[in-house]
């Protein structure tokens, strides 16, 4: 089955680049997706890529998208502590009911 | 505002006890999806709802069941068969079949007394 996999924990200074990596094992993914969920919160849709697409930039967010090693990845610029969240990794097959499969999540923490 | 409410907020469950968590959508999707979260660990499908009056096991359905006989509401009951109910409960929804955002809820902390 699919599989999606992030590792667990990332701690960054107060105004530095963040990278959160993610790697995937379905293929057939159309669409590839960032969540953030701040405590006791739901989840919260960040950005999404078509798995046609190399990048996509939005404000302070990048997403890298390597189709070729299954690799994702999530650039967040001048990190704020107000970035301090968990952060999934997601992916999805357009037209499946199923929708997605989710990593277990990155707890970002920022320090001051 | 449109959204998705999640009620309650945290509940919690004696031995040998059912108990529902309510979902409800103002967004007029057709899609609506419970998940479960255990800390350190991704999301995990229970249950899916494409249509009224239709639904799907997920992966961990076992314990669980719901029910979709109104196009806003979803909900789910926890049933004394799943031995390990504690977690966090996340109901989800999406337009259809061609939109591929899926929105959430805030949640609801389930714990067994």
């Known amino acids: 089955g699919e599989d999606v996999e992030q590792s667990l924990f990332l701690s960054v200074r107060e105004g530095d680049s963040s990278v959160i990596n993610c790697t995937y094992t379905d293929s057939s993914s159309t669409y590839l997706y960032w969540y953030k969920q701040e405590p006791g919160a739901g989840l919260q849709l960040l950005t999404y890529i078509f798995s046609n697409m190399d990048m996509k930039q939005d404000q302070r967010l990048t997403v890298l998208l390597n189709k070729k090693d299954k690799h994702l990845s999530l650039r967040i610029a001048d990190t704020q502590t107000g970035d301090s969240a968990i952060y999934f990794c997601?992916?999805?097959?357009?037209?499946?009911?199923?929708?997605?499969?989710f990593g277990s999540g990155t707890q970002l923490t920022v320090l001051p | 505002d449109g959204g998705i409410t999640q009620s309650p907020k945290y509940l919690f469950r004696k031995e040998g006890q059912n108990v529902t968590l309510s979902c409800e959508q103002n967004l007029n999707h057709d899609a609506m999806y419970w998940y479960r979260q255990d800390p350190g660990q991704g999301l995990r499908l229970i249950y899916y709802s494409q249509i009224v009056n239709d639904f799907q096991k997920g992966d961990i359905a076992e314990g669980y069941s719901v029910s979709r006989e109104k196009k806003e509401s979803f909900p789910l009951t926890v049933t004394s068969a799943q031995k390990n109910p504690t977690a966090f409960y996340l109901c989800?929804?999406?337009?259809?079949?061609?939109?591929?955002?899926?929105?959430f809820g805030s949640g609801t902390q389930l714990s067994v007394l």
């Open positions: 989800a929804s999406r337009q259809g079949d061609s939109d591929e955002k899926l929105f």
């Open positions: 997601a992916e999805g097959t357009s037209g499946s009911a199923r929708q997605l499969t």
